[in-house]
């Protein structure tokens, strides 16, 4: 079989395909060269490569540069058109993987060819492809068949060879850079496409309010300055009621209540009493004092009878968190192996105590370092996890006053999980630390949040919460298909989308 066409349109078909694909590898590297630091940035939010974003962003550049200059010397064309059909295969199985494998479906780069959609890149690449392919076998032919008798099959098997090696190499990347990313992650945020949809906001006047639960059709606010009224809002933020909450205020030296709304019950809590009580949300009446509760710095219902909470009883006023149960004989048990301190017990072990109805698990996630623990609804430890910054220790210093009665920060104190929120499997985690490849102007104009999944306790991904009013989130919530964030006085209703809600379990 030989191609039907004279040997100097041979040459001349050669020519134009070489003059293509050098256009196009120069300009793409230079496009990159140009705005390197974005072009590394949607390297590192890349589903497939995040992992080696910096060496694959020198090589990609290198990569065209090389070849471009190849092809323009007719000496090497042969290998640099071999090399160009490794390349564009690559490129390809990677948008192949993007849309059919991968968990989202990141920005383009790469100057003009980022106005393409994805699909249209496809076709765009398997073209340059069939192009490579056909300048390869037409160079063999023109300057090999003679001297080395290779044969058309040979030249076939030859570049079946090379795509296949290469679909190889970014199969083998993608797989192993998606194990990383997800068990070992070398702090490196994944951000898919519009995670969340803002639906709307509400001005609640107050900077004291916070999230004190949600029901099917409810949002209930609580309030720290006025902590007897509930502000009872419905989902579409189209109609609010305050609601009294009815209970005998004089029995009680109460410091600092609480609110916590967990339907058909509401809770009033002060771990300085301590006390704990129970009302129904239909008459926000108070029914019952759980009796036998110990001074506690955080409290979280786990039912109508149950509660995790956590207590400074321990060793020099150490952070100890333990299980309360009002039905049971021993009514307090401690668990002191949970929290691990690292220096004194107190500051390095504060942190966020949640619990997941829908999964039975206690979480507690440290403020001041990478790590949260889960425990079952009796307190006892399932995992130590790790968020995926890489602050292991707490980077402050205690200072003692009154002969060790009192313990001091005496440095400045980095918060690197500020606050989070847990619905069924996912943990929820605001984040102020910065990951790689990440953009300042993004950190500037929003709070991010990172997902992990509690049942394989992996990163799974992040996304920002644009600031509205403020530049303080003061707490969270997800229920259902929504987020909800308070931001000083303002209440922002956020619809979760479907990359986010196929994670729950």
Known sequence: ???????????????????????????????????????????????LLSVYADWVSWSVIAAELLTASFLAIPRYRTTALLASLGIMTMFSVYIFIILNFSSFVPCSCGGILEKMSWNVHLIFNLFFIALAALGAFVNIQLKCYVQYHITIPQIILLQAGIITMSSLVVLGLYLTSESMIH????????????????????DLKYTSQYIAGISKDKIYIGNYEYPTYILSINKNLSHKK?????????????????????????????????????????????????????HFTRIVPIDSTKAVFRSNNSKNLANVLGVYKSDSVTKIVY??????????????????????????????????????????????????????????????????????????????????????????????????????????KLWEKSFIIDVYDLNTNTYRLSFPVYRTTSNELTNFRVDGGNLYVVMRNNLAVYKLNTILKKEFK
């Open 1 to 47: 079989m030989k191609l039907n066409m004279n040997t100097g349109f041979k040459k001349y078909v050669v020519e134009v395909i070489c003059l293509l694909y050098i256009l196009l590898f120069v300009y793409a590297a230079v496009s990159k060269l140009f705005d390197f630091e974005r072009f590394q940035v949607q390297l590192g939010q890349s589903p």
């Open 183 to 202: 068990e070992n992650n070398p702090f490196l945020r994944r951000y898919p496409q519009h995670p969340v949809e803002f639906v709307n906001s509400m």
């Open 242 to 294: 305050l609601e009294k909450i009815h209970f005998d205020v004089a029995k009680f030296p109460f410091q600092m209540i609480t609110v916590t709304v967990q339907e058909p019950y509401f809770y009033l809590s002060d771990g300085v009493v301590p006390v704990l009580l129970r009302g129904d949300v239909k008459s926000w009446k108070v029914t019952k004092e759980l009796l036998g509760v110990p």
């Open 335 to 440: 668990r002191r192996e949970l929290l691990q301190t690292q220096s004194d017990g107190i500051f390095d072990t504060d942190g966020i105590l949640l619990y997941s109805r829908e999964t039975g698990k206690i979480i507690y996630l440290y403020y001041y370092r990478n790590e949260f623990l889960t425990a079952d609804k009796n307190g006892y430890l399932l995992n130590r996890s790790h968020t995926i910054d890489t602050i292991s220790t707490v980077k402050f210093k205690i200072s003692k006053l009154d002969k060790g009665r009192q313990y001091l920060v005496s440095s400045p104190t980095l918060v690197v999980n500020a606050n989070a929120a847990v619905y069924k499997n996912l943990l929820f985690v605001h984040s102020t630390v910065k990951g790689r490849y990440e953009n300042e």
